[in-house]
């Protein structure tokens, strides 16, 4: 599949209100940054998801057609015939992440913060399901005044998204400020196949972070450790072109609390719907 240079490389939409100010500063950003957590500073890395990544496939549920049956004598159709569902537009064929040794997140970090990167340490580093032409997995990091930066890996190599890589912080919180934003992204892995990942910060009322795709509402659990989370998915999809694919599988955050209870559901923000009331 040869692709569009311009189209290989995506933010992944929001559908958020994000003002154009913000939007212009950040390239191939969509979502954003993080605040302080109270009292995890200190929290060690997590280095891979302890039995919160299924590896299941989940797919985006696309009406069937709706079969009428012609009346009695006319056509040549018997009334038996099976209904055949269209397929689904795409799937999520992994969301399993793997451990990112010490040695290779302080080399990570080095080339993602320069001498900046003392100042630092990681709360979750992790490999993706699948890897990219730039990015095999992140490493998300935290300084003592509880400024939060991530880094997307590629062997033992970081980048970041932003300039600086602060920039994250206190950018975009959903509605209720009990969830932010840092950077969401995605890029092509082959034909038909698409790697996406991205990261934000929750406040101490949220004990679970949970991410669905598109219009499917699967939920898969989302790494969180250090005030911070962490979500990415291997997809398998039909559309012919990146944009295509993150208009139709964008990610969507849900929270809850220690009681099992959803209190924030970024489908239902009217600062990405734009359902204000």
């Known amino acids: 599949m040869k692709t569009d240079p ?24 969509s979502v954003a940054a993080v605040a ?6 200190a929290a060690k890395p997590v280095l891979a998801a302890s039995g919160g990544n299924p590896t299941s496939a989940v797919t985006s549920p696309i009406p069937s057609p709706t079969r009428v049956s012609p009346p009695a004598g006319v056509g040549s159709a018997p009334s038996s015939a099976p209904v055949t569902s269209a397929p689904a537009a795409f799937t999520v064929t ?43 997995g992140a490493v998300i990091a935290v300084d003592s005044a509880d400024q939060y930066v991530q ?23 959903g509605t209720g400020h009990i969830v932010e934003y840092f950077d969401s992204i995605g890029e092509p892995v082959g034909q ?15 004990a679970k972070i949970t991410i669905s795709y598109g219009d499917n509402p699967k939920q898969h659990p989302a790494i969180m450790a250090g005030g911070a989370f962490f979500y990415t998915a291997a997809f398998s999809t039909r559309t012919s072109t990146t944009k295509q694919f993150s208009a139709i599988s964008a990610p969507y955050v849900h929270a809850y609390n220690a009681a099992g209870k959803e209190i924030y559901n970024q489908k239902k923000d009217a600062q990405f719907t734009g359902n204000h009331k």
Request: aromatic fraction near 8%; glycine fraction near 12%.
């Open 6 to 29: 311009e189209d290989r490389h995506t933010s992944l939409p929001r559908r958020w209100g994000l003002p154009l100010g913000v939007a212009a500063g950040v390239a191939a950003v």
């Open 36 to 41: 302080v957590f109270g009292g995890e500073g």
């Open 94 to 136: 992994s969301t399993t992440t793997t451990p990112i040794d010490a040695g290779a997140v302080a080399k990570i970090l080095a080339s993602c913060l320069g001498s900046d990167a003392s100042k630092y340490h990681a709360v979750i580093a992790v490999r993706t399901p699948v890897a990219s032409q730039d990015w095999d």
């Open 151 to 173: 880094c997307e890996t590629k062997g033992d190599r970081g980048t970041s998204q932003d300039v600086p890589p602060t920039f994250i912080n206190n950018r975009l919180w």
């Open 192 to 206: 038909g196949r698409y790697l996406s990942l991205g990261a934000g910060h929750y406040t101490s009322d949220v």
